[in-house]
Every structure is written in structure tokens, then in C-alpha cells.
């Protein structure tokens, strides 16, 4: 499923539903930005252990330190390399293996 551009409280009712293994966001979003989308994701026992990696061109140093603080959570600058997206989700997908 793919999810794109709503508010905060939307995606967050969307992923929940979905029972999301993972997402992706940005860090500039409309009306709100993707630190405050993992914190809200984060305030939910369904969405709390979502991993999320952000893709994003337009950061600051303290974007990179609050998203690498946050549990489950990586940053891949843009332009994206396919390789590294490949590589995180992979260490994802080794340390937060999908429940079946």
C-alpha cells in the first residue's frame, strides 16, 4: 500500500489500518514535517515499532540527530541510491523481522 500526501493524523490512521511492516516519509511534508509524523506514529501502540526510513534532500543537523536517536528509524539523503535503500531495508527487514 502506498500512502501519499495527507496530514499526520490521516497517515498515521491509514498505516494502522494497513498494519504497515514499514514506511517511508519526508522530512517536508504538507502541513507538518516527518519528525513530527514519526513522533505521532511513535504516540500509537499499532504504529510504535513501524521502522521508517526517511528520504529527503532538504534536512538539518538537527533532523539527523533526532532521527537518529529515534528507534527504528534511518535517513538516506536524496538524490536516493538504490543500493542504499536496498541496504537499509535489508538491516530493517534483519533486525525487524516481519511477524506471520
Known sequence: MSIVHCDVVHYTALASEAQAKSTALDIRMPMTNGINTLKYLRS?????????????????DENLTE?????????LQKPLDLADLNTTAERFLHLYPVAR
Open 44 to 60: 500509537f501502540e499499532r504504529t510504535a515499532q513501524i521502522p521508517v526510513i526517511f528520504i529527503s534532500g532538504d534536512y538539518t
Open 67 to 75: 532521527i537518529a536517536l529515534a528507534p527504528r528509524a534511518a535517513f
